[in-house]
């Protein structure tokens, strides 16, 4: 039925998953397939990197990096900017390619592509803003700078749910930095990475810049030689809290980088004031959008106790009318969980929270038709069960309520995640109040803005669980940069620091 499309993409039956600095290569064994999620029909097949490829393509990288380092940071923006043109040409096979390979509607996965482009054109800029700074040295004729070097080849994890956008948060500010980038994507997600390196590696190949991005598909053992290996001096890893956990241990053990961008257990607060319409249009697409697969997700809602029922009443009845169905399909807004273990997720994070109180108003089925399809849930909710606390990625969204600010505070940030967090309000002091070191401890806060759907603009990440990272825009770039203090003597004498003598003669 896709054929078409495959082909337009350099898409065949068996396709290689190793890209870049080696050309495009077969790789070996295994041979992975991802599943169409709506149908059940597998795609395309990806030879997956052997060890040896892995090792043979860092290798390069490595060596890419000091000659991409040297390359003067403008001109690496130029190719990014080529890199953006070929993307543009092909948004919309892109997109329905992220849409065949995790489910996502037509407009999110042409909206994960559009991402791409805006990291593109981001990064074009960037590379002409790396700034450093000049600060006041206390000896005479003295000058101090900082500047900012590349780091080194670099390795990128991502996980199914964003299968190219965040690569190239990533690896397109990365690459303006003047590093390398080995890409390992999710091993559910390998068609829409090959896709990308296959139309990547040809503006790299045209403007003689072969090495700079790299793929390598693969599981769990390439992602931990990855991680363990003292040639990626950054890893930037995205997915599950238990993930990032090792990620962190291994990486940490080398005494690496590791830039982490996990799980969320996001909450949007009702205030009384708020304005409903607005609140419930924004907490569907939070909750429901992707559905519910989303780091940014909204998991938990608190509500006034005043606007409680109303609330859930209303939900309720836009839950009823959600056109769940073929992801391709105009006017389907909720498309497949991305597996059976995904459903299974969820009918046992339903079943954990009704035997913990809590109350199911609204869906949880499995929906009668081949692919992985549920109807988005409404759980009647208190934020002392355990389930709660839980990422469970699916559209579940439990719903409590609150009398005292303060205390819908306390729940939203009565969690281990720390990703995104909303209020709906239009009470000035408790917008301010959310807003203020005791209010919301997450990474991203937003004011009548539901939790997803982030501009690349701004620095993306979370706190506590969530790991601390940050990619995409604002000064996120210092990740993937080393940082060099700089002292220049343009005097005849050796004065030191803090007044310290150290008085020497040569007779
Ligand atoms: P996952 O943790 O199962 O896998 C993510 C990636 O990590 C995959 O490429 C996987 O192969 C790799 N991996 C797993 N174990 C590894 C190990 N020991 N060493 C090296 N690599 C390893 O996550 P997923 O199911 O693909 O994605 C969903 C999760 O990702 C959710 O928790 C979601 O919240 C999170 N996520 C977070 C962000 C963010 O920016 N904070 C964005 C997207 C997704």
């Given at each position: 039925m896709f054929e078409d499309l495959f082909r337009s993409l350099g898409l065949g039956e068996l396709n290689h998953g190793v890209a870049g600095a080696l050309g495009d290569q077969a790789g070996g064994e295994p041979v992975i397939r991802s599943i169409n999620p709506a149908t059940e029909e597998p795609l395309p097949a990806v030879r997956c990197a052997s060890l040896e490829d892995y090792d043979r393509v860092v290798e390069r990288a490595a060596a890419a990096f000091t000659r991409w380092r040297m390359t003067p940071a403008p001109r690496r923006g130029e190719v990014v900017r080529l890199i953006g043109e070929v993307l543009r040409a092909k948004k919309k096979e892109l997109g329905l390619l992220v849409t065949l390979e995790t489910g996502k509607i037509r407009s999110e996965g042409e909206g994960e592509v559009q991402e791409m482009i805006d990291m593109c054109d981001f990064a074009v800029g960037l590379s002409r803003q790396l700034h450093g700074l000049t600060i006041a040295s206390e000896r005479p004729l003295h000058r101090m700078i900082e500047q900012w070097q590349p780091l080194g080849p670099i390795g990128v994890i991502s996980a199914f749910n964003f299968p190219v956008a965040v690569w190239a948060w990533n690896a397109m500010i990365a690459a303006v930095c003047g590093d390398t980038i080995v890409w390992k994507p999710s091993p559910r997600t390998p068609l829409t990475a090959v896709a990308i390196a296959g139309i990547v590696q040809s503006v790299m190949r045209e403007n003689d810049c072969e090495g700079v991005f790299n793929l390598v598909v693969g599981g769990l053992d390439l992602g931990e030689r990855m991680i363990a290996d003292p040639r990626l001096p950054l890893i930037s890893a995205t997915g599950s809290c238990a993930m990032g956990r090792r990620v962190a241990e291994v990486v940490g053990r080398r005494l690496g980088r590791a830039l982490l961008e996990l799980g969320g257990n996001n909450a949007i607060i009702i205030a009384a004031s708020a304005s409903i319409e607005l609140a419930i249009r924004a907490t569907t697409f939070a909750a429901v959008g992707t559905a519910g697969q989303r780091c940014t997700t909204a998991r938990r809602l608190i509500v006034h106790e005043s606007l409680h029922d109303q609330v859930l009443d209303r939900l309720a009845a836009v839950y009823k009318r959600l056109p769940i169905g073929d992801p391709w399909d105009a006017g389907t807004l909720v498309g497949p969980l991305i597996g059976e273990q995904a459903v299974q997720a969820m009918q046992a994070a339903l079943a954990a929270a009704k035997s913990q109180g809590g109350e199911v108003v609204h869906g949880g089925e499995r929906l009668d038709r081949p692919g992985y399809f549920v109807?988005?849930?409404?759980?009647?909710?208190?934020?002392?069960?355990?389930?709660?606390?839980?990422?469970?990625?699916?559209?579940?969204?439990?719903?409590?309520?609150?009398?005292?600010?303060?205390?819908?505070?306390?729940?939203?940030?009565?969690?281990?995640?720390?990703?995104?967090?909303?209020?709906?309000?239009?009470?000035?002091?408790?917008?301010?109040?959310?807003?203020?070191?005791?209010?919301?401890?997450?990474?991203?806060?937003?004011?009548?803005?539901?939790?997803?759907?982030?501009?690349?603009?701004?620095?993306?990440?979370?706190?506590?669980?969530?790991?601390?990272?940050?990619?995409?825009?604002?000064?996120?770039?210092?990740?993937?940069?080393r940082r060099q203090t700089c002292t220049i003597n343009h005097g005849d004498q050796p004065p030191l620091a803090q007044g310290v003598r150290f008085d020497v003669s040569e007779t």
């Amino acid at each position: 039925m896709f054929e078409d499309l495959f082909r337009s993409l350099g898409l065949g039956e068996l396709n290689h998953g190793v890209a870049g600095a080696l050309g495009d290569q077969a790789g070996g064994e295994p041979v992975i397939r991802s599943i169409n999620p709506a149908t059940e029909e597998p795609l395309p097949a990806v030879r997956c990197a052997s060890l040896e490829d892995y090792d043979r393509v860092v290798e390069r990288a490595a060596a890419a990096f000091t000659r991409w380092r040297m390359t003067p940071a403008p001109r690496r923006g130029e190719v990014v900017r080529l890199i953006g043109e070929v993307l543009r040409a092909k948004k919309k096979e892109l997109g329905l390619l992220v849409t065949l390979e995790t489910g996502k509607i037509r407009s999110e996965g042409e909206g994960e592509v559009q991402e791409m482009i805006d990291m593109c054109d981001f990064a074009v800029g960037l590379s002409r803003q790396l700034h450093g700074l000049t600060i006041a040295s206390e000896r005479p004729l003295h000058r101090m700078i900082e500047q900012w070097q590349p780091l080194g080849p670099i390795g990128v994890i991502s996980a199914f749910n964003f299968p190219v956008a965040v690569w190239a948060w990533n690896a397109m500010i990365a690459a303006v930095c003047g590093d390398t980038i080995v890409w390992k994507p999710s091993p559910r997600t390998p068609l829409t990475a090959v896709a990308i390196a296959g139309i990547v590696q040809s503006v790299m190949r045209e403007n003689d810049c072969e090495g700079v991005f790299n793929l390598v598909v693969g599981g769990l053992d390439l992602g931990e030689r990855m991680i363990a290996d003292p040639r990626l001096p950054l890893i930037s890893a995205t997915g599950s809290c238990a993930m990032g956990r090792r990620v962190a241990e291994v990486v940490g053990r080398r005494l690496g980088r590791a830039l982490l961008e996990l799980g969320g257990n996001n909450a949007i607060i009702i205030a009384a004031s708020a304005s409903i319409e607005l609140a419930i249009r924004a907490t569907t697409f939070a909750a429901v959008g992707t559905a519910g697969q989303r780091c940014t997700t909204a998991r938990r809602l608190i509500v006034h106790e005043s606007l409680h029922d109303q609330v859930l009443d209303r939900l309720a009845a836009v839950y009823k009318r959600l056109p769940i169905g073929d992801p391709w399909d105009a006017g389907t807004l909720v498309g497949p969980l991305i597996g059976e273990q995904a459903v299974q997720a969820m009918q046992a994070a339903l079943a954990a929270a009704k035997s913990q109180g809590g109350e199911v108003v609204h869906g949880g089925e499995r929906l009668d038709r081949p692919g992985y399809f549920v109807t988005p849930a409404l759980v009647k909710a208190r934020p002392d069960m355990p389930i709660v606390g839980v990422e469970t990625f699916a559209p579940i969204l439990f719903v409590m309520t609150y009398s005292d600010f303060d205390h819908a505070i306390a729940i939203q940030n009565g969690v281990e995640q720390g990703l995104t967090s909303a209020i709906f309000t239009n009470d000035l002091r408790e917008a301010e109040r959310f807003l203020a070191a005791s209010g919301s401890d997450c990474g991203i806060a937003n004011v009548n803005i539901g939790t997803s759907g982030a501009e690349i603009g701004g620095a993306f990440g979370g706190e506590k669980s969530t790991g601390g990272g940050r990619e995409a825009g604002s000064d996120s770039w210092k990740a993937y940069m080393r940082r060099q203090t700089c002292t220049i003597n343009h005097g005849d004498q050796p004065p030191l620091a803090q007044g310290v003598r150290f008085d020497v003669s040569e007779t």
